[in-house]
């Protein structure tokens, strides 16, 4: 008995002195397991640390890079603030002048009306004096032998014939015309009468060209007899 148990007690330490030695033979092979995997663990998170410090360096370099644009930006406002006003400026300037040129423009048309009106009126005016002349005319043409031609200028002339008893057939003539101011004008009397400007003045007063032509008729008619 005391042999058995000494053979398993021997047996049991060389169990335990193998096992403590595989053990001490293990051991520098775990430290070198986790040296390694540190190492790459280390590697990794520096790998990974760069990276990352790569972007911010991008996001600060970016960001500094959107603040410059910025700043510039705001060194542009005064000037484009300027620009605007500017802008605006000359906008409102030309609006007034459209404006100002509207109320030309129907200023001129309201004005062209009145003159068309005014030229209307005369032009009837004139058409009545023409019938009143075309009547004395008629009426002095088989009395006084006139004649009335329209020659240049929009002038009217006024050749009488049988004033001369030896010379019925010599002209004694004058002009007349409307001028500006649509008052009778009265030239080239042939021969030349001194009391034509009094004829004339007498007639835009009166209106009476029945007698201005009666009294020019008498002047002339005098000449001969004189």
Not at 60 to 72: F, P, S
Not at 85 to 91: F, Q, R
Request: aromatic letters at 8%; a positive charge.
């Amino acid at each position: 008995m005391v042999e058995d148990k000494l053979a398993l007690f021997d047996k049991n330490i060389n169990e335990f002195g193998s096992k403590y030695r595989r053990a001490l033979s293990d051991a520098p092979c775990q430290m070198v397991g986790l040296r390694d995997a540190h190492k790459d663990s280390v590697k990794s998170l520096t790998e990974k640390l760069s990276v990352k410090l790569k972007e911010e360096e991008r996001m600060i370099e970016m960001y500094l890079e959107y603040k410059n644009q910025v700043n510039r930006q705001n060194e542009l406002i005064p000037e484009k603030k300027d620009n605007l006003l500017k802008l605006i400026a000359e906008v409102k300037d030309k609006k007034q002048k459209l404006e100002d040129l509207r109320r030309n423009i129907q200023d001129l048309k309201e004005e062209y009306s009145r003159k068309k009106e005014t030229i209307s009126t005369a032009n009837k005016a004139n058409e009545e004096r023409l019938k009143r002349l075309q009547k004395s005319a008629d009426l002095y043409k088989g009395r006084l032998g006139l004649e009335i031609r329209k020659i240049y200028g929009d002038k009217l002339q006024f050749i009488f014939t049988n004033i001369d008893p030896k010379h019925p057939e010599s002209p004694f003539l004058f002009s007349w015309r409307l001028n500006e101011a649509r008052d009778y004008e009265v030239s080239d009397s042939a021969p030349h009468l001194k009391c034509l400007e009094e004829f004339q003045e007498n007639v835009r007063k009166t209106n009476n060209f029945s007698a201005f032509l009666a009294n020019v008729w008498k002047a002339f008619t005098a000449m001969v007899y004189t």
